[in-house]
């Protein structure tokens, strides 16, 4: 006898838990709570303009996908506030810049080829948003999808232009049109703010966060056992996180959080912003999912973190 009662049944195994699917090419629970944010911050924002007395009975312009100057519901429902201007309307360079602060800045690229590796990541995601909002081999995808859908540029004030226009045949891009003095409507109009924002900051967390999460761990040691070691086994102090290039990634990531909500609540109709979403997560799956589920693309281009 081991002294414990007989069991009943004693062939009787627990029920297994329902089978979860683990693949690399999907997000972790806890990344996926991350980037719920993104889905989240749209639905409220653009609920809360349906809603809202202050915004839901002002004038829109669907044409300029934004409230007439004159009835701005506030200073963020303005195309020329300052934090679009300078900060989203420059915001491939601000990734850029913010990107290069942390690799240059982080102890854990000190060594080995790991910013090489970031410096390959950032080259895929600034390919992404190159082909979609600038140029891919013509226009950008945003601009074709707009002329596929059936937009056009109507130089309204002066149809002779508009005539040489379409006997040319030229596909006109949203930024040439507006040049040219015509109104860029009729297509469907992807979002190139929420498309960059979500890209962008996904791509900033993405290789940031991983130095947060292991100074987090750190002090949690600190708080027990008493270790210095970081997760690479380097000696690693408070400098990892309060260095400037984590400090400009979280005003960074504020920022872009707080641009994504103003779109959500001034600008674009729904399904542009939705559009804007899903382009942005496909872009960022394809350079942060897609490799991990291919073993020799990830040996090239790393995994933020490892
Ligand atoms: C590890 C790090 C690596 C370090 C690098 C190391 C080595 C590299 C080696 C060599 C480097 C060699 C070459 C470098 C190459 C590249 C360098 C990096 C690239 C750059 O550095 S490149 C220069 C900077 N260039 C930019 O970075 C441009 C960013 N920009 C955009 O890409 C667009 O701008 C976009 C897509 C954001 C938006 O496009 P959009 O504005 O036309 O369209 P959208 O549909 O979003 O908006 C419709 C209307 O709603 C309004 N609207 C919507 N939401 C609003 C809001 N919240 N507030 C106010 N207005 C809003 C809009 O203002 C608009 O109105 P309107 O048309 O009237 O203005």
Redesign the pocket.
């Known amino acids: 006898m081991n002294g414990r009662p007989p069991s009943l049944h004693p062939t009787t195994k627990p029920p297994s838990p329902p089978p979860i699917l683990k693949t690399p090419l999907l997000p972790t629970p806890n990344e996926l709570l991350l980037l719920s944010i993104y889905p989240i911050t749209l639905l409220l924002g653009h609920l809360y303009s349906l809603l809202s007395p202050t915004t839901r009975h002002l004038p829109y312009d669907p044409v300029?996908?934004?409230h007439p100057a004159a009835h701005a519901p506030s200073y963020?429902a303005?195309?020329n506030?300052l934090?679009?201007l300078l900060f989203?309307?420059?915001?491939?360079?601000?990734t850029?810049v913010v990107?290069?602060l942390f690799?240059a800045t982080h102890p854990r690229f000190g060594v080995g080829g790991l910013?090489g590796q970031?410096?390959l990541r950032?080259a895929g995601s600034?390919g992404v948003?190159y082909l979609v909002?600038?140029w891919c081999f013509g226009p950008g995808l945003?601009d074709r999808s707009f002329a596929l859908t059936g937009g056009r540029c109507q130089v309204l004030k002066d149809p002779v232009a508009m005539e040489e226009m379409g006997k040319a045949g030229e596909v006109f891009t949203?930024?040439a049109c507006?040049a040219a003095g015509g109104q860029w409507r009729g297509g469907h109009?992807?979002?190139?703010?929420?498309?960059?924002l979500v890209l962008g900051s996904a791509m900033v967390a993405a290789e940031v966060a991983p130095a947060v999460v292991s100074w987090v761990r750190l002090v949690r040691d600190r708080n027990g056992v008493t270790t210095t070691m970081g997760s690479d086994g380097q000696e690693t102090d408070d400098s990892a996180v309060s260095g400037l290039g984590v400090k400009a990634a979280a005003v960074y990531l504020a920022l872009s959080w707080w641009?994504l909500l103003?779109?959500a609540l001034?600008?674009?109709t729904w399904f542009e912003k939705l559009t804007g979403l899903i382009i942005g997560l496909a872009g960022f799956w394809l350079i942060y999912y897609l490799p991990r589920g291919m073993a020799p693309v990830r040996a090239i281009v790393g995994m933020p973190g490892l």
Request: glycine share 4%; proline share 0%; hydrophobic share 55%.
């Open positions: 300029a996908q934004s963020f303005r195309k506030n934090l679009n989203v309307k420059l915001g491939w360079l601000w850029t990107l290069a690799v910013a970031v410096v950032w600034t948003w909002t600038q945003v949203r930024v507006k109009d992807i979002s190139g703010h929420v498309f960059m641009m103003m779109t001034y600008f674009h």
